[in-house]
Nanobody
Framework: VQLQASGGGLVQAGGSLRLSCAAS????????MGWYRQAPGKERELVAS???????NYADSVKGRFTIARDNAKNTVYLQMNSLKPEDTAFYYC???????????WGKGTQVTVSS
């Protein structure tokens, strides 16, 4: 499984960005896809996840501001980030979980920087 992430960048506080993550390869048993982030000196944390059945989970810190969605036809997951805050600054990593094999897959991080 390969994950190709895109969409990071620099934005002012209050602005918006959309991240995309396209999955390819042996994806038939990928059940959950999501986004994690890691800020300097901090542990990687879950931002949002979505299952094949569209069960969604958000970190409390992003509820009401971020929206995760998936396009099954394109094998792509999106993270729409609105009302961005400086504390959202981090590397964002796309994740896919294969429930059949119990495997986690990670894409390369994409930097999101929110200036105050």
């Amino acid at each position: 499984v390969q994950l190709q992430a895109s969409g990071g960048g620099l934005v002012q506080a209050g602005g918006s960005l959309r991240l995309s993550c396209a999955a390819s390869g042996s994806i038939f048993s990928i059940n959950v896809m999501g986004w994690y982030r890691q800020a300097p000196g901090k542990e990687r944390e879950l931002v949002a996840s979505i299952t094949r059945g569209d069960t969604i989970n958000y970190a409390d810190s992003v509820k009401g501001r971020f929206t995760i969605a998936r396009d099954n036809a394109k094998n792509t997951v999106y993270l729409q980030m609105n009302s961005l805050k400086p504390e959202d600054t981090a590397f964002y990593y796309c994740n896919a979980y294969d429930s059949y094999y119990g495997m986690n897959y990670w894409g390369k991080g994409t930097q999101v920087t929110v200036s105050s």
